[in-house]
Structure formats: structure tokens, C-alpha cells
């Protein structure tokens, strides 16, 4: 940061367009004034640590609670404009992703930042579906778990106790290393999310099975039962596909986030990932899908959903799997969800909640309170839906989030440990208690 006199005219379009890419930022307490270079539409927080009144005190900081207007990394793994509604993934658009591709593909793609080879794809798939199995240690570990235990909360603490089997996973400098921490994570997601539910359910663990795809292999872990071999139908395995694929990221949410935080003190990818998990169970983010489902059914009828709505727009509630940090339009993903929701009705039979949240959705999108603010169906508006027919309990919900994001949180993280930009997360604070008080002795003080 230099400090400069602003010109008297001040800076222009013609000053921006010629480069001139910088703030004046005037201190009035000194009349100061310092030239803040403008990089990639963002300024550096630092440059505000230099301006002071004196030497003495601290420099300025900046104030950002949620940090709704922060950019807190580089990345190249997911670009979002949520004024257009757009997604892409490594710069390929959701909408041609969920149409052609594959989830071990676009996880691949996520992870390694460019579509794979056949030799590429093919290898990768090997190596997936050859760590499926977990240790038999977990198994019992996961089986000490109360019996109605939430799967949540069952996954976020077994993918931590993954760490305590690869203590090797430490060492996230050494590139072999981390990549078979990813592999294993990825692949053993799904095993860990069928346990949670079998547990749940009271119904025997099932072992993966190596001759299924990926989904395929997820739903028969999930719902085999003494049949010698359970494949489900074409259209729910490549409905699950589509809706992995659109779960995979999505930059830099509450999630991710965490898992960079905990990721930027150096710990394996397991306790990394197991934060990312315990992020995602809340009911604003990856727990909104369940609350979604929750919702419906307690409006009931579509002549309720008047009624609900009012007790919203006095803020009783929130319209659960409505609204977005960046989307302030109708989110992409809810589109192709809302489309895949026929694919598996022709199977399953019509949820009949899928009406009130038609209804729901169609008489907010025309209330004034929803569209000021600008909330739109989110992802999670309509997945619940699926999730359902699919006969999946609401506590599953967010355990179907959290298999396929564990791509997305790892391309994330693996950014974050090659990155030389990166340091350990400590932010400021604001600090508003009490100062230098003497401390009375508990005799004197209970008296
Ligand atoms: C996900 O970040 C990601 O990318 C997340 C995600 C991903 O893929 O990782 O996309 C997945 O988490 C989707 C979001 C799922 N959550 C929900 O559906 C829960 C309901 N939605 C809200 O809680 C809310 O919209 C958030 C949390 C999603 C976003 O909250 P923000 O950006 O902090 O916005 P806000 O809470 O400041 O809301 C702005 C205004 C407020 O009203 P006023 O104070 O201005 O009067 O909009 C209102 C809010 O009360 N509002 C809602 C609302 N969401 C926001 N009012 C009613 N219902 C809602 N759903």
C-alpha cells in the first residue's frame, strides 16, 4: 500500500478500464489517505492492517460475521454466478455434466482438474471399487452406537475414526499418500453411509459388492437383504448417479469452509473431512433436505400451505430448501433435480407430497416477501422427494449429501495443501467483555 493524494477528479471509468485499479481510501482520523490495489475484484484484508493512527495501536481489520462478502481462497474447482444461476465444475456446466456423465467421473474430474483418459477413468474405477471395504475394527466401533443412533451423526464420527487406521494419512505432503487417503475416502463413504442406515434400522451390515457400479453398489449395501444379489432398476442407479453428480461441490459453502479451516492446521484429510461432515448436518445447510421433508408433511394439505406461508413472513420459520448465499435465482441443481423427479416417479409412484411442494413453490415464487429477498428452490428443495421414493428415512437425507460431496470437500482440500498462499485460519475479533478485572477468591466471593 502506498499513500497518495487521490486525484481531484477522482477515479473514472476510463481510470478502471486503463488499469487503474486501485482504492483511495482516505483515514479521516489523519487525514491520510492510501492506494489499495484492486486484485481479481477483491482487496486484500491486510491492506488495511496498515492504516493506524499511531504505530502503537493495531491497524485496521475487517468485520465479516458468515463471511458473507469474503474471499477466503483461490480455487479452480467450482465456478458459481448466482445472479445467473450458473454452476460448472472445472468449467464443464452441471446441466452437461448431469446429462452425460458419471459420478466417479466428474469426481475424478474434480479431484485431478481434467476429464480422465479411458486408461485414466478406468484405473481410477478400480482403485474405488477395491477400497470399499472398511476395517473390521470400525465395523464393531460403529456397532457400539445406540440403536437409533442418527446416521450423521454415525459418519461424521466413524470417517474420524478412519484417521486412527491410516496414521500415515498425516504426512498430506507426500502426493502418493494423499492420493490414496482420497481414494479411500471416497470409496469408503458409501460403506460407511449403508452401516449408518443398517445400524439404524436394525438390520445386518451388508459388504460391498465389487462387481457394482458405484450407486449401485451404494443401493445394494443399503437395501439387500437374503436375496443372492440385489440390483436395482436402471432409472433409480442413474437417478442416484445424477444427484451424486450435483452434490459433488459447490465451492466455497458452510462444508467446505470447514474443511479448509480444519484442513489449514496440517491434520490428516479423515479429521478434515469428518469436519466437513459435522458442517453439513446442520438444517441451514446439507440438513435442509431432511427438514424439507419434515416441512411437507406438517403442511399436510395444499390448502395449509397459505397459512404456512404467513407464519414464515412473520418469521416463525423459514421455507426450508429456499433461499441461497449466492444464488438469487432459481439454483441449477434444483432444476435438473426437479426434472429427475419424474425418472423416478415412473418407477416408484408419485410422491404425493411432490404437490404441495409444486404448490408451495409456485405461490412463493409470486409472494413479494420471497421474491425481495430473492429466494429461490435450493437443491435441497426438491431432492427430499426423491430421497423418499427411494425409500430412504428423512435421517438419510443428509448422509446422500455428504457421499458425494466427500469429492468436492477433497479437490478443496488438496487445493488448500498446495497452496502457498494458504496458512493456518485464525481470524480477529471484535472483543467486547470485560477487561483487567481482579480476581476475588471464591471464600470472599461466596460469602
Ligand atoms: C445448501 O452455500 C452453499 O453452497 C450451500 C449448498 C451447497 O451445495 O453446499 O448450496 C447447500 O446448504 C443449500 C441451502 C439449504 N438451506 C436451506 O434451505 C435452509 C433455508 N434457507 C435459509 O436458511 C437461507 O436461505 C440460507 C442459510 C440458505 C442462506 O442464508 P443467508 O445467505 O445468510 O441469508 P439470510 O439468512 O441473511 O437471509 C436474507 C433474508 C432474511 O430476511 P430479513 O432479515 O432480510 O428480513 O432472507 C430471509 C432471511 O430471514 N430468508 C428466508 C429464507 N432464507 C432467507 N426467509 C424464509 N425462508 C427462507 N428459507
New binding site residues.
Partial sequence: MTETTANAGGATTADAEAGNQTLSVTDNRTGQIYEVPIIDGTVKAAEFGRIRVTESEPGLAVYDP?F?NTASCRSSVTFIDGDKGILEYRGYPIEQLAEKSSYLEVAYLLIHGQLPTKAQYETWVHEITYHTFVHENLRSFMEGFRYDAHPMGMLQASVGALSTFYPESSRISDPDLRHIQIVRLIAKMPTLGAWSFRHAQGKPYVYPDNELGYAANFLSMLFKMSEQKFVADERLIRALEVLFIL?AD??Q???TNAVRSVGSSQVDPYSATAAGIAALYG????G?NE?VLRMLRRIGTVDNISEFIEG?KSGKE?????????YKNY?PRAKIIKKACDDVFEVTGVNPLLKIAQELEKIALSDEYFVK?K?YP???FYSGLIYEALQFPPEMFTVLFAIPRTSGWLAQWLELVQDPEQKIARPKQIYTGDRTLDYVAASERWK
Fill in positions: 458468515g458473507t452434490h459447490h465451492e459453502n458452510c462444508s438444517p441451514l445447510h446439507g435442509a427438514a414464515v423459514k421455507l426450508m430448501g429456499f433461499g441461497h448465499r449466492v439454483d429477498r429466494l435450493n437443491v435441497d
